[in-house]
């Protein structure tokens, strides 16, 4: 089967560093795109990054740059998500999901909730 | 930073049709926007159903067509199933960055 499943739920404090992870199965995984969307609870989506799996080409949203890096591990077929000082704000839901060609979506990761608080 | 529009909310009866459209305070929508349709249930992850403003993925119900109306990104519903009851979001490609739409609460009664 295509998938792509993302790590575990997190629960970090404020100043935490936090990892999250996004593997994929069943295709070329250095073919496609993966992008980053968040979500807070009872909200919109929100476009946060993208990267290439193939040469680590990485795009940050304006409203996250410097706040976020993206990486890809081709070995293990998994694109990662990380913060080195995390924020109260940094809470939400967080998506991945595949692009071809750079702009057309197909398929969407479960999510993984990361929840930041004191 | 572009602006991308959705009606807040839709209603419509079973076996229907809909119009959900999305708008960009940039101009008109184009094929060049590469307009993507997202369905989401609640408590569930999004679901892409239509990609480059036409395009259906294997697991788009036959319903669902997109195109694009008056200046604007269209997804249109025709023949609603109660279970079409979501959030749609659109993604519009403009200016080099991808922009969700605030998303439409289609509600089915």
């Known amino acids: 089967d295509v998938q792509l499943v993302q790590s575990g739920a997190e629960v970090r404090k404020p100043g935490d560093s936090l990892k999250i992870s996004c593997q994929g199965s069943?295709?070329?995984?250095?073919?496609?795109?993966i992008a980053w969307v968040r979500q807070m609870p009872g909200k919109g989506l929100e476009w946060v990054a993208m990267i290439y799996a193939g040469d680590s080409e990485t795009r940050v949203s304006p409203s996250y740059q410097g706040q976020v890096t993206l990486s890809v591990d081709t070995s293990i077929s998994t694109a990662t998500l990380q913060w080195i000082s995390l924020k109260a704000s940094d809470s939400g839901m967080y998506y991945c999901v595949r692009l071809f060609g750079g702009k057309e979506l197909d398929l969407w990761g479960q999510g993984t909730l990361v929840t930041v608080s004191s | 930073q572009t602006v991308v529009t959705q009606e807040p909310s839709l209603t419509v009866s079973p076996g229907g049709t809909v119009t959900l459209t999305c708008a960009s305070s940039?101009?008109?929508?184009?094929?060049?926007?590469?307009p993507n349709w997202l369905q989401q249930r609640p408590g569930q992850p999004p679901r892409t159903l239509i990609y480059s403003t036409t395009n259906k993925h294997s697991w788009t119900p036959a319903r669902f067509s997109g195109s694009l109306l008056g200046g604007k990104a269209a997804l249109t519903l025709s023949g609603v199933q109660p279970e079409d009851e979501a959030d749609y979001y659109c993604?519009?490609?403009?200016?080099?960055?991808?922009?969700f739409g605030g998303g439409t609460k289609l509600t089915v009664l």
């Open positions: 993604l519009l490609y403009s200016g080099g960055a991808h922009v």
């Open positions: 940039t101009g008109a929508v184009t094929y060049g926007s590469y």
């Open positions: 069943g295709y070329k995984f250095t073919t496609y795109w």
